[in-house]
């Protein structure tokens, strides 16, 4: 295990880390005393779900009155009894909004922009998740105050010193951050400010997880100078991918070695499989209305997929009384039959995703060699895809591993992500990064008539104050990659010296200033610089990402 330092700060300090789910929430936390050794904790109590007292997991769901207010989220929202209610009152249920943030490249075929359920009517993605951010930090306060001594006093000493943590899948990029980030505005976590802004990190989910297995000890093998390791972080609702080299071990400094991926594969793509099966299998059966094929896959998900291990054996979901019968369609007494093949059928793609991706992510973009392979996550948990990923990862010269809940982890592998999301913000061990695009600005170049790219776009030539032709829109790239537009940078500029100039023109002002980006970063961040009386100075820019997401209803 690789111990924290002892806090440097000055006053005592308090870490959320916080992992958003598309099916299942969590919390974790730490309280930073100066001169201290943190300590990462769980929240493990929420309302709504005290008979389960040390589940770290809350639903990711939530029930809207009409009028556009928030009844109930979390495990409040999946008490008994709830869908009457909700009957009577008209509630509208809200589940996998997250989803909505997702770029469109990670469309899958069972899992796409078009089968995401709705958004509240009037609501945005933004204002459902600060919805739900607000109510996570509720449970967060409600948990320490009720569980640490003097625990108003100490929340109190505690609120105006926080510092928040959002996990993100590997493949969000600037415009969801922005997106959470002013969730987190909205939800009143954070002002809207620099100073409020600085209070809010972020940190891929592969990132993460890779810090909760070195706190953890989970990687104490591997953990040597030169050593490069793979994480499959494969869990509900994502399925990460990330690669990293220890350079150093005293203290620990990891590089990132391979560009860090997310597919739409995951424990949730089962079920949808599961679900289209039902429906089909189904269709002309007394039993394939709609509220038994919900029963059946609330089963199917809480017991039968979850030990599901070998393609020879029956597997069988429960959903009614022993008189329910249907031979045509393999029920028997309240019952559904389901072949080794079917259940098998069910999961495969995932595999096949699974060992596709860490094949692209091992031979074609990692700069190192890797050959140790850690898979967590509570879909790892499933003893069929364990087995099959293990010889399928074998089979291809590397050693799959699996952490040992039960002996070697102080904390269950659930809380992986914002366990982690908080060891990151405590303790950052990731040097570089893989860029995953190419980093640049827009500028003019100067004519040059015998350039045959020019020649063919003279035509677009200007004219400027000083006599200079150009091309405009042209690039000049600061990091290289691939070609895509990102963002655009904006700064106030009214402080930047101005600096005449003389042409045939007349006389014309030059401002000279640099873009200044930093790529080392879990979030990419900017600056503009100038020189002035032979000093560097240097001032704030802001990055604002184009909005391609639908937000409405």
Partial sequence: ?????????????????????????????????????????????????????????????????????????????????????????DLFLSKWFKLHLCPEHLDSDEVNRRDIPALPLG?????????????????????ITDTHASGESLWDSLRDQIDFVLSHPNEWQGLQRSKMRQAAVLAGLVHDNAAGHAQLHFVAEGEATLHFCVQSGVMAESIK???????????????????????????????????????????????????KFLKECLKNSVYGN??????????????????FKDSNETSYIKFGSQGCNDPKVKIRRGQLRLSGAEMASFFQPALDSIVAAVQRQRWQTASRPIENVFVVGSFSDNPWLYRALQTALRARGMTLRRPDTHTHVPAPLSKAVSEGAVSFCVGRFVS?????????VACNHDYVPGDPEHATRTLWRSFRPSGRIVLPNGFSP????????LCTIRADTSNVPRMPRESSNGTYFVQVYNIVLQCGLAELKAQISW??????????????????LEEYN
């Avoid at 589940?55 to 009457?84: C, F, M, N, W």
């Avoid at 032979?534 to 990055?543: D, M, N, S, V």
Wanted: aromatic residues 10%; charged residues 25%.
């Fill in 478 to 485: 600061i990091l290289s990659k691939m070609y895509t537009p």
């Fill in 432 to 440: 570089a990064r893989v860029i995953r695009t190419t980093y640049g």
């Fill in 290 to 307: 709609k509220e038994d094929i919900k029963t059946m896959l609330d089963y199917f998900d809480k017991f039968t997929k979850p030990v």
């Fill in 1 to 89: 295990m690789a111990a924290l330092k002892p806090y440097s700060g000055p006053i005592r300090t308090l870490v959320l880390g916080i992992d958003v789910g598309t099916t299942f929430s969590g919390l974790s936390y730490a309280i930073l005393e100066p001169g201290k050794i943190p300590h990462i904790l769980g929240v493990t109590r929420f309302p709504g779900q005290e008979y389960a007292a040390g589940d770290s997991k809350i639903p990711t769901i939530l029930y809207y009155r009409p009028d556009g207010s928030v009844h109930s989220a979390g495990a409040e929202a999946a008490v008994q009894g709830i869908e009457l209610v909700a009957e009577d009152e």
């Fill in 225 to 275: 100078t030169g050593e490069s390791v793979m994480i499959v972080d494969a869990g509900r609702d994502t399925i990460d991918i990330s690669s990293y080299s220890f350079t150093s071990t005293t203290p620990i400094s990891v590089e990132e070695v391979a560009t860090a991926e997310c597919i739409m594969e995951s424990s949730m793509s089962v079920t949808v499989r599961a679900e």
């Fill in 123 to 143: 609501k945005t993605v933004v204002e459902v998740f600060a919805d739900f951010l607000r109510y996570l930090f509720s449970c967060a306060r409600q948990y």
């Fill in 531 to 548: 020189t002035e009386d032979g000093e560097e100075k240097r001032g704030p820019a802001t990055i604002i990402y184009e909005d391609g």
